[in-house]
């Protein structure tokens, strides 16, 4: 779990937020909105590269029984990625294979890898925002995704003293990431806080930290 | 070897140790091949066993036992009873192993040629039974009145057996089986796309 409060914390100091200009709470939580899905997007493109991956993912990919009705499975609301998918058989699983929309009309059709649920030949396809099996039957299935983040947000309470106007930094909801990626976070701020400050020292050194992350964590080990 | 770990063994040799659902050649694939693969080691094997020992059976083991399968008795055709499954297609119907009843009376095979003097065997030899299968349809001459059952033992095709049946490969002669059916898928894409995340498919740089 990463600390917003610290995340907002670290992110001022790092940019000098207070000399080079003003952004609100709702500023800072649709920067991280947007940071969240860029840090997801990039870390499940690498899912199975290394653990270092895995371990980033750990709270966001995850399986959930579903029900294939006349072969159709509707997303779940809190989808972002599919995985895999496997169908169940007297409570065993077996392998679906995803297929492409110009491959359903000739595995529908073929001798060797005609669909066929008793002989475990099971393929998908996505269509109409849903997963679209062969055989058209319906049965269990385990779907394994990755969910969407859920949004992070901080709340800043203004205070006055005579000679001063402070922000006081509370944490609504902390980010469901492992606190390893802190800086991969911190960067991807300060990189769109940079962009629109137009403040290239900033922007530069967002970059520059997410291009060094994403490249520590994508090394295979 | 049952034909569920051979599939396996051909689909992890091609694929390099990889066993994921983007693998081009798929288990599907490979089931449809084998009934060749293993028919051609069967024959091999078969022949090599004639030039060794004079010897034309099959291992045993492989036999299927169909019992108590019921005859019928057309009115304007011979008697016939239907094999629950298919048999493998060695040369001289040999798949079928042999039919039997439960007077102990062995049914004897007959060939192409030997159908245009059915109507003298039975005459001349009067106590011997024969058959003549047609596809899955196996016709009895000679029946006795009263034989309402019969069994028989095949050798099954390959294409009906389940991943935990044995496949029919005499000992020694698994390896070059499955060295067919990895030539055989060869050559294919194994890896052809990245819809999963790993990128280190051939099409990724």
Known sequence: MIDVVKLYNRQNEVSKNGTTGYSDQDDFN?????????????????????????????????????????????????????????????????????????????????????????????????????????????????????????????????????????LTPTGGTNLAWPENLFNLFLYSMLEKLGMEMKDNLVY??????IQLTTNKLTTTA | MIKGIFTDLVLLKINGGIMNT?????????????????????????????????????????????????????????????????????????????????????????QDSDMALINYYSKQLTGVHFYRPSGNQVQLIGLPKLMNKISAVVIVDVDQLTDDDILPIQAGQEVDAINVCVEFFTGQRQL??????????????
């Open chain 2, 22 to 110: 983007e693998s081009a050649v798929k288990r599907e694939d490979i089931r449809a091949y084998i009934a060749p693969a293993i028919n051609w080691a069967m024959m091999k094997s078969y022949y090599l066993n004639i030039q060794s020992e004079g010897n034309r059976d099959f291992p045993s083991q492989f036999y299927g036992t169909f019992n108590d399968l019921d005859i019928v008795r057309p009115a304007s055709a011979r008697p016939y009873f239907i094999l629950p499954k298919g048999y493998v297609p060695l040369p001289s119907n040999q798949g079928i192993r042999y039919v039997t009843d439960g007077c102990d009376n062995t049914y004897t095979p007959l």
């Open chain 1, 204 to 209: 530069e050194y967002g970059l520059l930290g």
């Open chain 1, 30 to 166: 649709d920067r991280l909105y947007v940071a969240q899905f860029e840090i997801a997007e990039i870390l499940c493109d690498n899912y199975e590269r290394n653990q270092k991956v895995k371990d980033a993912l750990s709270e966001h990919v995850i399986s959930a029984d579903v029900s294939v009705v006349s072969g159709q499975l509707t997303k779940p609301t809190d989808y972002l990625r599919g995985f895999e998918v496997w169908p169940k058989a007297s409570g065993n699983i077996f392998p679906a294979t995803e297929i492409n929309i110009n491959e359903v009309s000739m595995y529908a059709t073929s001798y060797v890898r005609k669909p066929d649920l008793a002989k475990k030949q099971v393929y998908y396809y996505f269509l109409n925002n849903k997963y679209n099996f062969l055989p058209g039957s319906s049965f269990d299935a385990t779907l394994v995704y990755c969910k969407k983040p859920v949004p992070a947000t901080i709340t800043l309470t203004e205070s006055s003293t005579d000679n001063s106007d402070f």
């Open chain 2, 192 to 205: 052809p796309g990245d819809k999963l995340n790993n990128k280190a498919d051939i099409n990724v740089a």
